[in-house]
């Protein structure tokens, strides 16, 4: 498999994910974890995708199976996983290009759900490729009480062209950055979150 081709059906499988309208989150114990939600995402109807969607799903599961049992990642691939704060990382570094993948929730105000959001950005040479092409920003919102997860508007309009949106390890907010079209930074925004939704 060419280097490029692993970052690209990386962001493939992110925007397949965009058209599941329910999906079912297992694990065990009284509450999930990232990796639950991560896990739950890449398994989602399996049978139901072809060609590039597949192998980018059993990438990320590859991925979160060799974390779960402590195995090490193939060179250039990092993942970082921070139960507590609800947050996970994962990075495929190849060839120039840099795959980011974020994903992380937060708890809702009615404290009955919670918002699921995971993004993707690529950049080649520490520049952004071809900004929006392969990028993606998607919301789930998960109901505790039937352990199932659904697409979710999140208060805000995602720009797929030149915009990308780093998801929060600490704190609750989205700082958005605006590329040119040389791939140079232009500005940044911060959404701010309000337990329900974000806003600028």
């Not at 990382?89 to 190849?94: C, N």
């Not at 009480?145 to 030149?162: I, L, P, Q």
Request: net charge negative.
């Amino acid at each position: 498999m060419k280097r490029l081709s692993l970052a690209i059906i990386f962001a493939c499988w992110t925007l397949a994910m965009a058209a599941q309208d329910a999906i079912e989150v297992r694990f065990l114990g009284t509450n999930p974890d990232i990796v639950d939600f991560a896990w739950s995402l890449a398994t989602a109807n399996d049978d139901n995708e072809e060609g590039d969607v597949d192998e980018s799903r059993n990438a990320v599961k590859a991925a979160l199976e060799r974390y779960r049992t402590g195995e090490q990642q193939p060179e250039g691939m990092t993942i970082t996983v921070d139960k507590k704060a609800g947050y996970m990382f994962l990075e495929s570094r190849q060839d120039g290009f840099t795959l980011k993948w974020e994903m992380c929730y937060w708890n809702m105000a009615d404290k009955k759900h919670k918002l699921l959001a995971y993004c993707v950005e690529l950049s080649e040479n520490g520049k952004r490729s071809a900004p929006g092409q392969y990028d993606c920003l998607n919301f789930y919102r998960y109901d505790n009480a039937t352990r199932m997860m659904s697409a979710y508007d999140a208060g805000f309009e995602v720009d797929y062209f030149n915009t990308s949106y780093s998801l929060p390890r600490t704190g609750k907010d989205i700082i958005v950055t605006q590329w040119s079209e040389n791939g140079r930074e232009k500005w940044q925004k911060t959404l701010k979150w309000d337990g329900n939704r974000f806003s600028y």
